[in-house]
């Protein structure tokens, strides 16, 4: 969607002016991971109008691969207006208009699966699947298991708005158990499923992903990895390594998140995604994964809009190898991503 952001703080009845960007969970995820030098392709349908034109010509200014998006000549372009308040206060407003857009019609038949499935790694989000119908549709046929399915990361992204009916909680945790790599918030896990007893019990009500994430806010993020996906990418549930391979073991990994100063927190996600998606496709260790998720969802947190590039590669990797002491140390604020060197970042106690 076009993303408007508020020229000031205050009730949507009040802001006067707003700024023009662009937001999306997957699309979000995409920028990211191209900006960082991956091979991407963003699959979506957009309106035949200025704000379609508007969000293909910025997502591929990011180096994504926008030749599959579709355009629409009878529905819009979805857009939303935000207040400039934290997602979790009470004075934080969103109005989104997509109901009948371009993307909310996605379906198996306007969308080519080849094309989607083509990737070594497939993101989506409970997000589209909240959409429409053939939008739901369309993501339960993208994860159905298959032989050279393509591993399928899935981010929960519950938005109560956008669920019609009670069934949202009910649809989300079959797609959820459907995937390989999961993302969901501890508090996400307990307003959706009714989850409460910390990361473990989330893991207990999602025992199928070889790999799940799970985010505590401000605390940091938990990883519980089975032993198929410690190789390289995992083993993706349709595909035949998966099938033949005993009840695996796993591992449970903890990393701490960052002291950042918050400029905005929309996107933080999404960017966390990205970069946890940045260090499986290099394979590093599980730690380093969470560590890289930290980082890229601090430099998202230190912009206003849903965007933020990414810390360079070998800028990352060096906050990464800290020890947990110098990790713990680390303080962010706007324009930490452009810091050449990691001891400039480190508070002194």
Known sequence: MVTFLPGRPGRLADVPSFSRAIGGAESNVACGLAAAGFAVRWVSRVGVDGFGDHLVETVGGY???TSAVGRDSERPTGVYFRTAGDRGTDGHEVAYYRAGSAASAMSVENVDLSVVRAGRVLHLSGITAALSSSCL???????TPAVGRPLVSFDVN?????WRDADGSRVLLELARGADIVFVGEDEAEEVWGVTGGPAAVRAALPEPSVLVVKQGGRG????VSDAAEWGLGAPRGGAAYRCSPAPLESVTWASALDVDVVATTGAGDAFAAGFLSATLRGLPVRDRLRHGHLWAAAALTVPGDLAVPPSRAHADRLVALGDDAWGRLRLGPGWTQVGTAPEEVRTP
């Open 221 to 224: 993020a938990t990883a519980f």
């Open 158 to 162: 519950h938005r109560a708005g956008l």
């Open 63 to 65: 180096g994504v691969d």
């Open 137 to 143: 549709e369309l993501v339960r046929e993208l994860m």
